[in-house]
């Protein structure tokens, strides 16, 4: 599941905060996913925070974008 995002300057952006940076143009470079297809065994979850409302988004893996 998509949680966040991260922008090409490389910000952390929750799911509610990004559609107002792709308003503005902007596109992703990564995706924050919560799952983690290689390891089901993980219970590693990564925690940032979203560089617009401070909300902690919690992932497993980046996927990068083309």
């Known amino acids: ?3 966040g995002y991260v922008d090409t300057e ?3 952006l929750c799911s509610e905060c990004w559609p107002d940076r792709l308003s503005s143009g902007a596109r992703p470079a990564q995706l924050l ?3 983690d297809d290689l ?8 925690v940032d925070n979203c560089a617009d409302c401070n ?5 497993r893996s980046i996927k990068m974008l083309d």
């Not at 390891?39 to 990564?46: A, G, H």
């Not at 909300?55 to 992932?59: A, L, R, S």
């Open 10 to 12: 490389e910000a952390i």
């Open 39 to 46: 390891d089901t065994e993980n219970n590693f979850w990564i």
């Open 1 to 3: 599941m998509k949680v």
């Open 55 to 59: 909300h902690e988004v919690q992932y």
């Open 33 to 35: 996913d919560s799952d």
